[in-house]
């Protein structure tokens, strides 16, 4: 399995455009999370899914923010109207479930919003 | 919901020192404690965890402690050498696996 794929891994955008990040887990898993990295706030959670359902939004910051798993293999990440406190690096992280616990990470999205 | 406190936020030690990391949590439901290692520019990866039944866990040079009373978990890293300069992650987990990460800490080690 390649693991946990994140695209885009660079994303440059102006203030007010929209922007989607996406994320593909590992096969089989059935929990999916966001994060959003900053120096300040180390790693937030967003929000997750468990079997594509969201379990916890709590975490999304604003109602720009929102986030959708339509099947097992792909979900997204959109943010809309974008804003320059937005730059930071987004991770995805997939879990298998059960006692298999270990939270896998993709590689991040970097999103610098000019 | 689950809050997870991690101190101290940056460590500087001499190589050959041991370094420890202290998190605490709120949600006493929490059962499952991992630590993650990221290094710079890199995805974070899971180095050890311990479970709630457990109290402590050592693997090689690394350790970790949990105190389920206080709500006390460590990470002890003895010997260390230039390759464990990182920013370690504790978290905590619990129903559904929501994981939830204490702010970081970025240990230096220096040569």
């Known amino acids: 399995d390649a693991g946990v794929i994140q695209s885009p891994r660079h994303e440059v955008t102006e203030m007010g455009q929209e922007v989607t990040l996406r994320c593909k887990p590992i096969s089989g898993h059935n929990s999916l999370f966001w994060y959003r990295q900053t120096m300040m706030r180390g790693l937030e959670l967003l929000i997750y899914f468990n079997n594509n359902v969201p379990i916890d939004d709590s975490g999304m910051p604003e109602d720009r923010f929102s986030a959708k798993m339509p099947n097992a293999s792909f979900s997204t990440l959109k943010i809309q109207p974008s804003e320059p406190r937005d730059s930071a690096v987004y991770f995805c992280?997939?879990?298998?479930?059960?006692?298999?616990?270990?939270?896998?990470f993709g590689q991040g999205t970097r999103l610098t919003v000019v | 919901g689950e809050n997870v406190e991690q101190h101290p936020s940056t460590l500087s030690v001499q190589e050959g020192d041991s370094a420890v990391i202290k998190c605490t949590y709120s949600?006493?439901?929490?059962?499952?404690f991992p630590w993650y290692k990221q290094e710079l520019g890199k995805r974070p990866q899971l180095i050890i965890d311990?479970?709630?039944?457990?109290g402590e866990k050592k693997d090689q040079r690394i350790a970790v402690t949990l105190n389920k009373t206080a709500k006390h978990f460590s990470l002890h890293i003895t010997e260390t050498q230039p390759e464990d300069s990182a920013v370690y992650f504790c978290a905590a987990s619990g129903g559904y696996q929501k994981v939830t990460f204490g702010t970081g800490t970025k240990l230096q080690v220096i040569p």
């Open positions: 311990i479970r709630s039944n457990v």
């Open positions: 992280a997939s879990i298998a479930g059960g006692r298999r616990t270990e939270a896998f």
């Open positions: 949600d006493s439901a929490s059962n499952y």
